[in-house]
């Protein structure tokens, strides 16, 4: 009988890296994932693995073997209090994940529990996909709309500089105040939330893919998913001159036009055809996870 591996996770956002987690998995655990309630109904827990994407737990939970993984620095409100709160109560795993050695470094742990970096990654089918046959634009995103964000901006941007003939695909659920502003924009196409896949398909039928990334924290300390997906499909990539998509760009060797904060203010299209390079087939999710060693722990 397999022992249960269980992620554990607040059930609000979305998350990519916990289906490349239970993909990996799936042949030497009995992979299950949901919420602090669902794992309270489970029985044997001296028999499950516990990996947590990162909340706030001061109580150590029952199980065999903890994980805390911080795939993200805190959001909202009083983001940095609740970062150094995470630090100082949280109760003790016995192995930490950081997403990278950025996100590591501000949590700054001062003890001798393990830890390991574990990256985002690509899904493996994701150099197989094709384009979408019913949807398609000038310039297709994928991912949160917020105010927060400061995603208006964005589309504010876009309808103030666009040619007549442009079109803005959007992939996701914005907040209900980005869609009661802008809903009436014919030249904005909101899709709604839609599978990786499909989401993926609508971009590579897309004549350019934006990565916007805000500037301020979490964000800054991120790795830009949606630009690995992007270089990934092989895109013309736009992106705002953050932190993170720097980075990622230089690290990656990612060819795309860099603008301003709000993209399309200083936007100057040049058509260019992207080759992936090396790095960006490594990044699978199976090949990220390999890396991280996981199995040394476990």
Not at 133 to 144: A, L, N, Q, R
Not at 146 to 164: I, P, T, W
Request: net charge neutral.
């Amino acid at each position: 009988m397999k022992s249960k591996l269980f992620i554990l996770h607040p059930g609000k956002a979305n998350y990519p890296d916990i289906d490349a987690y239970k993909s990996y998995f799936k042949d030497s655990y009995e992979v299950i994932d949901g919420t602090l309630s669902d794992y309270e109904k489970i029985t044997d827990k001296s028999n499950v693995i516990l990996w947590c994407i990162m909340g706030f737990y001061v109580k150590k939970l029952e199980a065999k073997f903890i994980i805390h993984d911080y795939r993200s620095l805190s959001v909202g409100k009083f983001k940095r209090f609740k970062d150094f709160l995470k630090n100082k109560l949280n109760s003790k795993p016995d192995l930490r994940i950081f997403l990278n050695q950025r996100v590591e470094q501000v949590m700054s742990f001062n003890d001798s529990i393990p830890n390991c970096l574990l990256d985002m990654g690509v899904p493996d089918w994701i150099f197989e996909i094709e384009p979408a046959k019913d949807i398609k634009g000038t310039f297709c995103y994928i991912g949160e709309m917020s105010l927060e964000r400061g995603f208006d901006k964005v589309l504010d941007s876009f309808l103030n500089n666009r040619s007549k003939d442009q079109t803005f695909v959007l992939v996701g659920t914005p907040e209900p105040a980005i869609l009661d502003k802008y809903e009436d924009q014919k030249s904005l196409n909101f899709t709604g939330r839609v599978s990786q896949k499909r989401a993926l398909e609508i971009v590579k039928a897309c004549d350019f893919a934006v990565c916007f990334i805000p500037y301020h924290r979490p964000y800054c300390y991120q790795t830009p998913t949606k630009l690995l997906e992007y270089a990934a499909l092989g895109m013309n990539i736009i992106c705002n001159d953050s932190p993170s998509n720097t980075l990622a760009l230089k690290e990656l060797e990612i060819d795309c036009a860099v603008t301003k904060k709000n993209i399309f203010d200083t936007l100057v299209l040049k058509k260019t055809t992207y080759r992936s390079p090396c790095a960006i087939q490594n990044l699978s999710w199976e090949k990220v996870i390999n890396k991280a060693d996981l199995d040394e722990f476990l």
